[in-house]
């Protein structure tokens, strides 16, 4: 495979996919991208970016803000933790390494959100340090170049190490991001491109049929499914009551309708004790359901609606909401629709 590196690379110089972090060597927007880029597109991560970048160009203002302020521009990425240790990884790398971010893979995976691909992307992008990153579309690449049958995750190891033997001594940065546009553009997991693949002849997968079969996967169970209840309580000015969930756990710190009976009957989300005693003595309207997927369960919630003429502590108007995850979006606006 002496050439594959080589090949791929010739390819990139003329096909780099335009992507806005790519404009830069800046350990700051190349570590942003990274987190960001976790487990979402490209398309959904642009935007959102470009967002941040235009609150807190620096890592300093990032370290400075109010972390409901980092949640509340996050709002509809998902996964909030990486939110979490994003602004709390701004604070570290501000107080212990005066603002400017460490270079090694070892003081990179000791800061909070960073691991081993992430550490490794920032290491070879921002520093053109000699690591190799293995994501979701590098497996792919290699176990399809290889044909190995071993399934994930148990092949995580023997595609690590055949990544590192690909990896060139120069033009890290660049090899990193060509590697992972090959798997994002050509090698795509429903329908490889193998007729406009760069690395075509190295690949012992190239115009065979099972190509898209690779990597092999261990078949997942079914994730469990969940019914649960949300309360969506109006006042007079159609204002909204909202409670901030637990600092830990699942969407933590982030705001919420009561909600109860998920994942289990007896697991009650009513944080107020007056705002319970309201909700169970009160009729509600149910307007119907939603569903939502999270990633281990699924959930459908209830959504039920009351208005009252009575004031309410804690309500938000709806072009003022506090940070919410997209399961409450998607409650208040099946809530709107009654
Ligand atoms: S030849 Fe086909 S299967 Fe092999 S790496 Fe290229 S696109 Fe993927």
Redesign the pocket.
């Known amino acids: 495979m002496e050439n594959f590196a080589n090949k791929l690379l010739q390819h990139y110089d003329q096909h780099a996919r335009a992507l806005p972090w790519r404009l830069t060597c800046d350990p700051y927007k190349i570590w942003l991208s990274e987190i960001m880029l976790q487990q979402t597109t490209v398309a959904t991560v642009t935007p959102y970016f470009l967002k941040f970048l235009e609150h807190f160009p620096t890592i300093t203002e990032l370290a400075k803000a109010d972390l409901q302020e980092v949640l509340t521009l996050w709002q509809g990425l998902g996964y909030y933790s990486r939110a979490r240790n994003l602004h709390k990884c701004a604070q570290v790398v501000v107080s212990d390494y005066d603002a400017t971010f460490p270079s090694t893979e070892k003081e990179l995976l000791s800061l909070s959100g960073i691991g081993p691909y992430t550490a490794a992307a920032i290491g070879a992008i921002a520093f053109e340090n000699h690591t190799t990153v293995v994501d979701g579309n590098v497996e792919r ?1 290699i176990s ?2 290889y044909r190995i049958e071993e399934p994930l995750p148990n092949s995580k190891k023997a595609i690590t190490a055949k990544a590192k033997t690909l990896t060139p001594q120069k033009r890290s940065g660049d090899y990193a991001g060509a590697i992972m546009d090959l798997g994002a553009t ?2 795509t997991p429903k329908k ?3 007729s406009g ?1 760069p ?2 002849d190295l ?1 012992k ?2 115009f065979t049929e099972d ?1 898209s079969t690779f990597p092999r996967k261990i078949k997942k169970k079914k994730p469990p499914s969940y019914q649960g209840t949300a309360y969506c309580i109006f006042d007079k000015q159609g204002k909204i009551y909202l409670q901030k969930r637990a600092d830990k756990g699942l969407m933590a710190e982030l705001w919420e309708v009561p909600n109860e009976n998920w994942p289990d009957k007896e697991n009650t989300n009513l944080t107020d004790k007056k705002v319970a005693a309201f909700i169970k003595k009160s009729v509600f309207e149910s307007c119907g359901d939603i569903k939502h997927t999270f990633t281990h369960f699924k959930l459908t919630l209830d959504v039920q609606v009351y208005k009252t003429d009575k004031p309410l502590e804690q309500t938000f108007g709806l072009d003022a909401l506090p940070p919410l995850p997209t399961l409450f979006h998607k409650v208040i606006a099946k809530a709107l629709e009654a």
């Open positions: 690449v399809r170049l050509i090698c490889p491109n193998c693949c690395v075509a690949c997968s190239a190509a």
